[in-house]
């Protein structure tokens, strides 16, 4: 089974800042891999398919890179309604969850 | 626009069978992947497996053994049961549109208790 292993697994952040989130494969996944936002209560909402592909009606402020092992999760400037749960997914072989990056105000 | 609904018994005894089923309405179930995740209180995502409308279905290895996963097409209806379940079954379960492994629309999650 694939691994997928997200850092950090928490983060501080203010509003206005940069922040990066990654997610490191155990094997290559081509660009199979996307990127959700949990709020607490709530279901996940995509963000990221293909890699770096933002779904319809997501910021533009939301980008996402990587290809093979390494991806990575970029917000450009956090806006208040961005202090939430991101989760990494890899659908190359099956589906794997990554474990997860609660990003709380700072 | 596709909404999905989780429903089913929120609580289940130990050793006993969960059983779930997620109706879909404004659209039609026809040729998509339909995919059931959990969570438990405090803790990450788990994929449990997908059915297509066919029939055809993939699983969590982890969860293989127990789960069995259903679709009934002319109810826009997809079902998820898990056997001799235990207190770590005990989790929000979210059925969720599967294209091509984008998890969209979700459905809002419901909480199934193992206790007896």
């Known amino acids: 089974a694939i691994q997928m292993t997200q850092s950090p697994s928490s983060l501080s952040a203010s509003v206005g800042d940069r922040v990066t989130i990654t997610c490191r494969a155990s094997q290559g996944i081509r660009n199979d891999l996307g990127w959700y936002q949990q709020k607490p209560g709530k279901a996940p909402k995509l963000l990221i398919y293909a890699a770096s592909s933002l779904q319809s009606g997501v910021p533009s402020r939301f980008s996402g890179s990587g290809s093979g092992t390494d991806f990575t999760l970029t917000i450009s400037s956090l806006q208040p309604e961005d202090f939430a749960t991101y989760y990494c997914l890899q659908d190359y072989n099956l589906i794997t969850f990554g474990g997860g990056t609660k990003v709380e105000i700072k | 626009q596709v909404q999905l609904q989780e429903s089913g018994p929120g609580l289940v005894k130990p050793s006993e069978t969960l059983s779930l089923t997620c109706t879909v309405s404004g659209g039609s179930i026809s040729s998509y992947y339909w995919s059931w995740i959990r969570q438990p209180a405090g803790k990450g995502l788990e994929w449990i497996g997908r059915i297509y409308t066919s029939g055809s279905t993939n699983y969590n290895p982890s969860l293989k053994s127990r789960v069995t996963m259903s679709v009934d097409t002319s109810k826009n209806q997809f079902s998820l049961k898990l056997s001799s379940v235990t207190a770590a079954d005990t989790a929000v379960y979210y059925c969720?549109?599967?294209?091509?492994?984008?998890?969209?629309?979700w459905g809002q999650g419901t909480l199934v208790t193992v206790s007896s």
């Open positions: 969720a549109r599967d294209h091509d492994g984008d998890l969209g629309p």
